[in-house]
């Protein structure tokens, strides 16, 4: 079965990042891993499960950051 390909709008609506902050983190190197098809960019869906289940959980915001 293919993984699904996810449009930077669809990820948006996922994770809440916005589409400018996706782009930065495209040209930087970070972030949830792309494939280009074409002119086009995509993610597989995989790959955004991944990069949320990997952030980390808290139960107050006033826990500081991990080191």
Same mark, same amino acid.
């Given at each position: 079965? &293919?993984?699904? *390909? *996810?449009?930077?709008?669809?990820?948006?609506?996922?994770?809440?990042?916005?589409?400018?902050? *996706? #782009?930065?983190?495209? %040209?930087?190197?970070?972030?949830?891993?792309?494939?280009?098809?074409? $002119? *086009? %960019?995509?993610?597989? #869906?995989?790959? %955004?499960?991944?990069?949320?289940?990997? &952030? #980390?959980? $808290?139960?107050?915001?006033?826990?500081?950051?991990?080191?």
């Amino acid at each position: 079965m &293919l993984d699904p *390909l *996810l449009s930077d709008r669809d990820v948006e609506t996922i994770t809440g990042r916005a589409r400018s902050t *996706l #782009q930065k983190d495209r %040209v930087t190197g970070v972030g949830i891993p792309f494939v280009r098809i074409g $002119h *086009l %960019v995509r993610y597989r #869906q995989s790959d %955004v499960a991944a990069f949320l289940a990997s &952030l #980390q959980s $808290h139960r107050s915001t006033s826990e500081g950051e991990a080191a």
